[in-house]
């Protein structure tokens, strides 16, 4: 059984950082994409980052580009979320998910699992 479990968030002012994470289980996590997602109340679902199975392609919204970086840590089953510079309009639950296949994607159809959220809220 896959699990993901995103952790990290948490209450900063603007300018701050946080650094998410994410860990999965369930199977052979060097072999997907990881990907996080936020959603803002009241929006949909929208595309933060994603990095592909080996860490050597990664994609950004543009939103976030410059100020937050995705890594992951094979050997720890564990992809990170680095945010620097965090905005107001950055708040938001932030989602993790494992994609199907090994290549990352803006897309979410191309991930099949995925954690409960971790709130992240920026005051001004």
């Known amino acids: 059984q896959v699990q993901v479990v995103e952790s990290g968030g948490g209450l900063v002012q603007a300018g701050a950082s946080l650094r998410l994470s994410c860990a999965a289980s369930?199977?052979?996590?060097?072999?997907?994409?990881m990907g996080w997602f936020r959603q803002a109340p009241g929006k949909e679902r929208e595309f933060v980052a994603a990095i592909d199975y080996s860490g050597q392609n990664t994609y950004y919204a543009d939103s976030v580009k410059g100020r937050c970086t995705i890594s992951r840590d094979n050997a720890k089953n564990t992809v990170y979320l680095q945010m620097n510079s965090l905005r107001p309009e950055d708040t938001a639950v932030y989602y993790c998910?494992?994609?199907?296949?090994?290549?990352?994607?803006?897309?979410?159809?191309?991930?099949?699992?995925w954690g409960r959220g971790t709130q992240v809220t920026v005051s001004s």
């Open positions: 998910g494992q994609g199907r296949y090994g290549r990352a994607s803006y897309d979410h159809t191309e991930f099949d699992y």
């Open positions: 369930g199977r052979t996590f060097s072999r997907y994409a």
